[in-house]
T-cell receptor, first 115, second 109 residues
């Protein structure tokens, strides 16, 4: 299994500001995924972060709003830019298991509230 | 149509009951299927993979019907600790997994 640490675990932010979420994995992984889970909803994939190349964004998510960095194989950041109350959500970092095909391990999530 | 659809829930059952959750998926090319469990205010964790032949893990049984594009999870002898949200998850061939909206289970004493 992979151990994933996310920071911050929660934050309350003002409208119009930006917040960067950090994700640290205890082993080298090829792909890291960023998900969003809005209140009462399931997980929606934001983007896939690959080391050495630009992140790949899903439909409805753009780089200007959610810039992602992936400087090495154990670390990634997701920034939520120019926040509005609609961005209030839990943001989760995840990586694939090296064992069971398709299994994802998740960080504990970053709970963001935008006022 | 959503890529992965689940029973809306919530399911409120007494301890010891048997409960079944259903899930359908829209992409017939999907290859891998899973059930994840998510406790309140926690991250999702893999409960079990779902194989074509069906598989069982203790009190939990998962079934896959490719022809109907249907997945099920059966929980026997429900425990209070089974209370959680159960997420049907499908590998649709894209870069990452697609999650259903989840079915909430509340087991009551």
């Amino acid at each position: 299994s992979a151990v994933i640490s996310q920071k911050p675990s929660r934050d309350i932010c003002q409208r119009g500001t930006s917040l960067t979420i950090q994700c640290q994995v205890d082993s080298q992984v090829t792909m890291m995924f960023w998900y969003r889970q809005q209140p009462g909803q399931s997980l929606t994939l934001i983007a896939t972060a690959n080391q050495g190349s630009e992140a790949t964004y899903e439909s409805g998510f753009v780089i200007d709003k959610f810039p992602i960095s992936r400087p090495n194989l154990t670390f990634s950041t997701l920034t939520v830019s120019n926040m509005s109350p609609e961005d209030s959500s839990i943001y989760l970092c995840s990586v694939e298991s090296r064992g069971t095909t398709g299994e994802l391990f998740f960080g504990e999530g970053s709970r963001l509230t935008v006022l | 149509r959503k890529e992965v659809e689940q029973d809306p829930g919530p399911f409120n059952v007494p301890e010891g009951a048997t409960v079944a959750f259903n899930c359908t998926y829209s992409n017939s090319a999907s290859q891998s299927f899973f059930w994840y469990r998510q406790d309140c205010r926690k991250e999702p964790k893999l409960l079990m993979s779902v194989y074509s032949s069906g598989n069982e893990d203790g009190r939990f049984t998962a079934q896959l019907n490719r022809a109907s594009q249907y997945i099920s999870l059966l929980i026997r002898d429900s425990k209070l600790s089974d209370s959680a949200t159960y997420l049907c998850v499908v590998d649709t061939g894209r870069r990452a997994l697609t999650f259903g909206s989840g079915t909430r289970l509340q087991v009551q004493p």
